[in-house]
């Protein structure tokens, strides 16, 4: 079964880290990384692998959280993946994600 990144929920994810920082700053943060090859990712584009793996660390999330058609997504849990593809909503206010985030983790913690 071939794998896939879904370049699309990585895109948006950054974005909305990012939030209204520059490009430049959020490479800065990330290190080894350009800010033109961030930009590039935000428009859609694959990044190396270690391109990948930084930009992760970053958003805190499994690089397993990007992977579509593979056996490894499946081993994601269902709240990482929740949260992944809440951080890349585009319509809700960063504080409005932040309060669903919040809300989230009470209810998986609370088992």
């Known amino acids: 079964m071939e794998s896939t990144l879904d370049?699309?929920?990585l895109a948006g994810m950054l974005k909305t880290k990012r939030g209204s920082k520059g490009l430049r700053a959020v490479a800065e943060e990330i290190g080894s990384v350009s800010f033109t090859t961030l930009s590039r990712i935000e428009q859609?584009?694959?990044p190396d692998v270690d391109t990948f793996i930084r930009i992760c660390k970053w958003l805190e999330v499994s690089t397993e959280t990007f992977i579509l058609n593979s056996s490894l997504?499946?081993?994601v849990s269902a709240k990482d993946r929740i949260v992944a593809h809440l951080r890349a909503e585009k319509e809700l206010s960063k504080d409005h994600v932040n309060?669903?985030?919040n809300m989230i983790d009470l209810a998986y913690n609370s088992k």
């Open 7 to 9: 370049t699309e929920l």
């Open 99 to 101: 309060m669903i985030l």
């Open 73 to 75: 997504s499946k081993s």
């Open 44 to 46: 859609g584009r694959i």
